[in-house]
């Protein structure tokens, strides 16, 4: 079987039809090293869909955003169905999991949101 190159329609294909990262992915990326000593408990925290898209929208806008924003980005990007559920599991599950991960820091007086990744909240 002859093998496709990087830039076969194909990979094109695959790549555009998922937006989720495949294990070929994270190996490129990161080196399988760095993927397979990865924490149990780190693997948990970013199993889930809402929480990969809370941290993949901190990363991507690289500011403090509020929780309003995070269920609008939720919401439009179909990851959650509407936006009082959104706020519910964000307050109730994804953000106590992800602050206490130390992966985000959420102050809860503001209802903001930034990213910490490694850094412990305040």
């Given at each position: 079987?002859?093998?496709?190159?990087?830039?076969?329609?194909?990979?094109?294909?695959?790549?555009?039809?998922?937006?989720?990262?495949?294990?070929?992915?994270?190996?490129?990326?990161?080196?399988?090293?760095?993927?397979?000593?990865?924490?149990?408990?780190?693997?948990?925290?970013?199993?889930?869909?809402?929480?990969?898209?809370?941290?993949?929208?901190?990363?991507?806008?690289?500011?403090?955003?509020?929780?309003?924003?995070?269920?609008?980005?939720?919401?439009?990007?179909?990851?959650?169905?509407?936006?009082?559920?959104?706020?519910?599991?964000?307050?109730?599950?994804?953000?106590?999991?992800?602050?206490?991960?130390?992966?985000?820091?959420?102050?809860r007086r503001e209802d903001?949101?930034?990213?910490?990744?490694?850094?412990?909240?305040?």
């Open positions: 079987m002859a093998s496709m190159g990087d830039d076969s329609p194909l990979n094109d294909e695959i790549s555009s039809e998922s937006s989720h990262p495949t294990l070929h992915d994270v190996v490129e990326t990161l080196g399988l090293p760095t993927h397979l000593s990865i924490s149990p408990e780190l693997h948990g925290l970013l199993a889930s869909e809402p929480r990969q898209a809370v941290l993949a929208h901190l990363h991507e806008t690289d500011r403090q955003v509020t929780v309003a924003e995070l269920v609008d980005h939720l919401v439009t990007t179909d990851v959650e169905r509407d936006e009082q559920r959104a706020r519910t599991v964000l307050h109730h599950v994804h953000l106590p999991k992800l602050s206490d991960g130390g992966l985000v820091a959420w102050n903001a949101v930034s990213a910490s990744f490694g850094e412990r909240p305040r």
